[in-house]
């Protein structure tokens, strides 16, 4: 059945490629960004192209994460035209890379903005919708950077290991409206998006300098010693991503994974997210809120097979 679906950060990256292979998949899509008649016209007007050109319901929306009233102005657009809103993806994030003491408190709050409260000022404009419909789907593009935290991204996964816990707070607030929540954690992608080429670097080069007489050669190294994580036989490639979110957004209502991870370097936040899952139903059972917990699968690994045995 074909869905109406909103995906944030679709300008690049992953956000691009979901939005492009949802509409693909015979769904009505819009592609968000910010800045469509501006900064991101160019990114716009692509999107357009390839509705255009594969004949498909890919329309572009105007949509400033950092702000209420853009956030509210996009839903109500979108309920006006096609009366329901079926699926939210939650994909606009920013990377910040360099050394952690070297960031302002004000680039950490910047990053907190956009990575966390941004989630919220969208949720509260389409959460209603969905709310009223008494169905949904809200998919979080997270990271396994959360679970296995690598070095030289303090602020980034600081920023998305809080919106992973945002994401299991609010869980449990909308599945008695009808609401799946699924977390989709992608490994390591070098290629593919526009993470590390737009990421932010420490703005206190003082500071930074005085790591770097030190740290220089290991930040150097950074994306060979990441495209060596790969595993053998192996080729990452984003498009993965997108295909897994197309998969999740298919599933029947109630069936879907609550956490599904696409990765191919073994970085191991699947054992994690296992040992997790199991004390977070143990601990929710013995509060005796075990209703508020998802029927589908816990974690599964990005192929549809169930990891986790949480009963």
């Known amino acids: 059945m074909s869905k109406v679906i909103v995906v944030t950060g679709a300008g690049t990256g992953m956000g691009r490629l979901a939005a492009r292979s949802l509409a693909l998949a015979g769904h009505t899509v819009y592609a968000s960004m910010r800045g469509i008649e501006s900064r991101n016209a160019d990114k716009a007007a692509s999107a357009r192209a390839f509705a255009e050109e594969h004949k498909v319901n890919l329309k572009v929306l105007e949509l400033d994460i950092l702000s209420a009233e853009s956030a509210q102005a996009a839903a109500d657009s979108v309920l006006a035209e096609q009366g329901r809103v079926d699926v939210l993806v939650h994909n606009a994030a920013h990377l910040y890379f360099g050394i952690t003491e070297a960031f302002t408190p004000e680039q ?28 949904g789907l809200l998919l979080w593009v997270g990271s396994g950077s959360t679970r296995v935290v690598p070095p030289f991204l303090g602020p980034y996964t600081a920023a998305k290991a809080a919106f992973d816990s945002f994401a299991e707070s609010v869980s449990y607030e909308t599945i008695k409206f009808g609401i799946d929540t699924t977390i989709v954690m992608p490994g390591i992608f070098v290629d593919g998006t526009a993470h590390f080429p737009k990421a932010e670097s420490a703005s206190d080069t003082e500071v930074q300098q005085q790591y770097l007489e030190i740290y220089q050669p290991y930040l150097d190294r950074n994306e060979v010693a990441s495209r060596g994580m790969t595993l053998p036989g192996l080729t990452p490639d984003v498009q993965s991503v997108a295909d897994e ?13 609550f956490r599904t991870t696409v990765d191919f370097t073994g970085v191991g936040d699947i054992p994690v997210n296992e040992a997790a899952a199991r004390s977070r139903h143990q601990f929710i059972a013995r509060l005796g809120f075990g209703d508020l917990l998802p029927t589908g699968p816990a974690v599964i690994d990005g192929r549809g097979i169930d990891r986790t045995d949480v009963t």
Do not use: C, E, H, Y
Request: proline share 7%; hydrophobic share 45%; no cysteine.
């Open 108 to 135: 950490l709050l910047r990053g907190l903005d956009t990575n966390v409260v941004g989630a919220l000022r969208v949720n509260r404009a389409f959460l209603p919708i969905m709310r009223k419909q008494r169905s």
């Open 245 to 257: 979110i197309v998969r999740v957004v298919d599933l029947p209502a109630g069936t879907r994974p």
